[in-house]
């Protein structure tokens, strides 16, 4: 008594057939003893006799697994009680033969009894329309059972526990390894009990995964609904859509009216560069269209990063320019909940939508898309928090990377689209993220299937040209566009002393000295004034670019025309611990770098001045190409993009162009397309400026 090393006391005997004469074993030898004393102290004590004097010489034998020592204090063999005792000492008693008897006294009397028995059924409630709540139940054989000690023995996976005044029990499941197999299908872990439901769509459940451990009453209801629904949704495209879609896009357009048929929202999670903007806008679109009754469609929101805002623009003006589209300066903000009959479509940042915030709560929205979805990763934030409470009749996530560096990233995006799929966040960390549960990812991609499509870049490789191209558009402000409108005003005063192109001639070398600086100034203030400290807004939104590129693993080569500037991001990479390259016209080791590059394991960024990179260089690691700025003669900007789209190239190649919106940049790539024939002859920049017209200067320098 008190203890802490607790022993399982043996004491082997013998006795005559009669019971008259006993022999004890001492671990030496045999002696003849009276008949044992009960043990005290509440120690266990185990038993067994040999009624065959011919077969004692076995004892030894016999008693070796059990690791006994003789205790002078009990005058007993003992072994001590350790986590692995129960279940050596329950293998131990099955392996004695048939004629040695066990008597076991205390709490090793519960070895006597049989495992617990343990069945597993689902327990179905209707939720809503066309949803269910699922809980799964566990019968056991053992009626005496508390629902704790239920517990107790579930989270022991098939080891004893000792319970109090019951012993050592152990849970043996009626549940095999297909069983178990067709349960993770459907989301649910059969050794998870919890008082919370799992929600489950009736075409999760029309599944013969679930039909083994329903009531036949609740399959037929089931099986009734499923029936009903939608399950394959292949509406025409809009006649408004002015884009004639690639296969796997048209498919990604009929997922998502799949999802709004049956009320879903959801997850459309395509690599980077394969169009997702286009299918949400020609989904949009649909809804609109489709829309019946006397009541108009309420507008649209999405929500995106600050960079991409003039993206969603440049997209539907091209593809969709039926839908009306308005974004929102910081000075119109506070006017936004009164003009929005202004437009079918609303496009706001994720710094907007905090500053909006409950201001939005009691509008309904036809559609809420969340672009750039992991800006909502951390279900703790502010912005995901707003984010669930928007009300919408649909709601879907854009996300090249739903799941960056946890599975909670997931959560939180489904947290949004389909609030209850994935459970609270507590049971999602049991069900679908714990350590050593090989089911637990099987469970989560059975859950999210129905409403999660994500295509690769190598999955849709058929219906992709070899190269795409695709032109980005960002917003100047602040000290940016200061610096760029003072600028622009004193190229205009020039411009207008100039009326033939005679004095074009002679004034030539100050105008292309200030479109120099125009261009500059888009890239970054720095290279114009070097004490500023003032942001760019084409870096922050190559950042973005970036972000998920380095996320999917992928191989970025980025390229500008200013040294300068690629030494500004260096800075911006270290910061972000991106592995990078840097080549310019000083760089001595090319080879050396290009093959680093080429052979890096994992993401990196190549940044390259495009006069030292424009040729010589094989860089088919690469699948993505970043023009910072635009440069004169599309011929060279085709040559920067084949250091990766080349001969070796096993994927597809996707360049961006970095643009400044209205400003210089944009239009000198209008230029470049009015004067296309004149580029494919390869001229250099010199030759190309000089083929700019009086007229094409004053476009130039427009407002």
Known sequence: PGSRTEYCLVQPLAAAADGSVREAWSGQGWTRTSPPRSPQGGKAEATFTLYDRAVLEEVPRLLEPLGLRFDPVTGQLATRVTKKFPASFAEWLKSLPPHVTVDLDGELASFANPDVAGSVRLDVTEAAIDWFDLRVVLDVSDTTLTPEEIRLLL?????????????????????????????????????????EPQRLHALQLDDAAAKKFLPEPQVEQIQRRASEIKARVTPDLPAGVRAELRPYQLEGFHFLAYLAANRFGGILADDMGLGKTVQALAWLLWLREGRTGERPAPPSLVVCPKSVMDNWHAEAARFTPALRVKSWPPSELHTFLDRLSEADLHVVNYSQLRVLGESLAPMQWLAVILDEGQYIKNPSSQTAQIARALRAEHRLVLSGTPIENR?????????????????????????????????????????????????????????????????LFCEIEGEQQTLYRAELKRAQQMLLRITTQKQLASERFH??????????????????????????????????????????????????????????????????QWPFFYLAGETENRGELVQAFQDAPGPAVFLISLKAGGFGLNLTAASYVVLFDPWWNPAVENQAIDRTHRIGQANKVIAYRLLAKDSVEEKIRTLQKHKRILAEDVLGEAKFTQSLTLEDLQFLFSE
């Open 407 to 471: 599975l909670l990233d997931l959560w939180s995006l489904m947290a949004f689209a389909m609030p209850g799929v994935l459970s609270s966040r507590a049971q999602f960390a049991r069900l679908f993220d714990a350590k050593g549960d090989p089911f637990a990812r099987r469970r989560l991609a059975a859950r999210v299937r129905p409403f999660l499509l994500r295509r690769t870049k190598a999955q849709v490789a058929q219906d992709l040209p070899d190269r795409i191209e695709e032109d």
């Open 511 to 576: 105008f292309l000295t200030s479109l120099l600086r125009l261009r500059q100034i888009c890239c970054h203030p720095a290279l114009v004034n070097p004490e500023s400290q003032g942001p760019s807004a084409k870096v922050e939104a190559l950042i973005e670019q970036l972000e998920p590129l380095m996320d999917e693993g992928n191989k970025v080569l980025v390229f500008s025309q200013f040294v300068e500037l690629l030494a500004l991001l260096k800075p911006e990479l270290e910061e972000r």
């Open 155 to 195: 989270n022991a996976k098939g080891n004893y526990v000792r319970l109090a005044g019951k012993g050592w029990r152990r849970l043996a499941f009626n549940l095999s390894p297909e069983d178990d197999e067709r349960l993770a299908r459907l989301g649910l872990n059969p050794h998870e009990l919890s008082a």
